[in-house]
C-alpha cells in the first residue's frame, strides 16, 4: 500500500511539475509585450479579448485538474486528496519557474494577480504559497488514509472548510476596488487571511486527531 502511495504522488508530483512550468511559461509570453521592464502595479491595460482569454485559459485550467482527479481517484476524497496536491504543488512550481526564467518575484512579499475568475485576486506571493503548502500537507494525509475506512469529514466539516477558503478569498478580493481605480495595492488584510487559514489548518488538524481516535477505538 505504501509503495501504491509513492507512485501515485510521484506520478501527480511530475503532472504539477509540468503544469506549472506550462503556466510559468504563459506568463513570461504576456509579460514581455506588457511588462518589459518587469511587473508591476497599477496593472497595464490590455486588449479586451486578451483578457477573455486569459478567463478562459484560467477556467480551463481548473476543469484539467478536476478532470485527472475524476480519472485517478475513485472516491470523493480521494479525488480532493488528488486535486489539492495537483494544484498546490503546481502553484509552487509556477512561481519557483517564475523565479528561474524572470527572476521574479524579488521578494515573498511582492504582490501578484493570483485569478481572474470571478474578479482579479491579488496578494503578496506569502499568502497563496501558505494555501499551497496546506493542501499538500492535507492532501499526502489523505492520500495515504486506508480507502476501506470510513473518511475522516463529515459533511459539518466540509462545510467549515469551504468557509474558511471562502474567508481567505474575501482577503484576496479585497483590493478589488484599488485595481478598478487603476491605483496600486499598499494594504494587504493579512488578518482576514489569518482567521480563514487558521480555521481550515485547525479544524483539519482537530478533524483528523478526532478520526484517529474513533478509528483506534473501533479496532479495539
Same mark, same amino acid.
Given at each position: 500500500?505504501?509503495? *501504491?502511495?509513492?507512485?501515485?504522488?510521484?506520478?501527480?508530483?511530475?503532472?504539477?511539475?509540468?503544469?506549472?512550468?506550462?503556466?510559468?511559461?504563459?506568463?513570461?509570453?504576456? @509579460?514581455?509585450?506588457?511588462?518589459?521592464?518587469?511587473?508591476?502595479?497599477?496593472?497595464?491595460?490590455? #486588449?479586451?479579448?486578451?483578457?477573455?482569454? *486569459?478567463?478562459?485559459? *484560467?477556467?480551463?485550467?481548473?476543469?484539467?485538474?478536476?478532470?485527472?482527479?475524476?480519472?485517478?481517484?475513485?472516491?470523493?476524497? @480521494?479525488?480532493?486528496?488528488?486535486?489539492?496536491?495537483?494544484?498546490?504543488?503546481?502553484?509552487?512550481?509556477?512561481?519557483?519557474?517564475?523565479?528561474?526564467?524572470?527572476?521574479? #518575484?524579488?521578494?515573498?512579499?511582492? &504582490?501578484?494577480?493570483?485569478?481572474?475568475?470571478?474578479?482579479?485576486?491579488?496578494?503578496?506571493?506569502? =499568502? #497563496?504559497?501558505?494555501?499551497?503548502?496546506?493542501?499538500?500537507?492535507?492532501?499526502?494525509?489523505?492520500?495515504?488514509?486506508?480507502?476501506?475506512?470510513?473518511?475522516?469529514?463529515?459533511?459539518?466539516?466540509?462545510?467549515?472548510?469551504?468557509? =474558511?477558503?471562502?474567508?481567505?478569498?474575501?482577503?484576496?478580493? &479585497?483590493?478589488?476596488?484599488?485595481?478598478? =481605480?487603476?491605483?496600486?495595492?499598499?494594504?494587504?488584510?493579512? &488578518?482576514?487571511?489569518?482567521?480563514?487559514?487558521?480555521?481550515?489548518?485547525?479544524?483539519?488538524?482537530? @478533524?483528523?486527531?478526532?478520526? @484517529?481516535? *474513533?478509528?483506534?477505538?473501533?479496532?479495539?
Amino acid at each position: 500500500m505504501q509503495h *501504491e502511495h509513492r507512485r501515485l504522488l510521484l506520478w501527480l508530483s511530475l503532472f504539477s511539475l509540468a503544469f506549472g512550468y506550462i503556466e510559468a511559461a504563459v506568463v513570461v509570453y504576456l @509579460r514581455e509585450p506588457y511588462y518589459p521592464g518587469g511587473f508591476h502595479f497599477p496593472l497595464v491595460a490590455i #486588449p479586451v479579448r486578451l483578457v477573455w482569454t *486569459e478567463v478562459i485559459r *484560467e477556467a480551463t485550467t481548473l476543469l484539467l485538474l478536476f478532470s485527472a482527479t475524476m480519472l485517478i481517484a475513485r472516491s470523493n476524497l @480521494r479525488r480532493f486528496a488528488v486535486f489539492a496536491f495537483c494544484f498546490g504543488t503546481w502553484d509552487l512550481v509556477y512561481y519557483l519557474s517564475l523565479k528561474l526564467l524572470l527572476d521574479w #518575484p524579488v521578494s515573498i512579499l511582492d &504582490w501578484d494577480v493570483l485569478f481572474l475568475i470571478p474578479l482579479p485576486w491579488t496578494a503578496p506571493i506569502l =499568502a #497563496p504559497v501558505l494555501v499551497s503548502l496546506a493542501l499538500i500537507v492535507a492532501a499526502v494525509i489523505l492520500i495515504r488514509l486506508p480507502e476501506d475506512q470510513p473518511p475522516p469529514f463529515r459533511p459539518t466539516d466540509w462545510l467549515i472548510e469551504i468557509l =474558511a477558503g471562502v474567508v481567505i478569498i474575501a482577503s484576496f478580493l &479585497w483590493n478589488v476596488p484599488t485595481l478598478s =481605480a487603476q491605483e496600486v495595492p499598499r494594504y494587504y488584510p493579512w &488578518w482576514l487571511f489569518t482567521i480563514g487559514f487558521l480555521i481550515g489548518v485547525g479544524w483539519f488538524a482537530l @478533524r483528523l486527531i478526532h478520526h @484517529r481516535k *474513533e478509528t483506534a477505538a473501533a479496532s479495539r
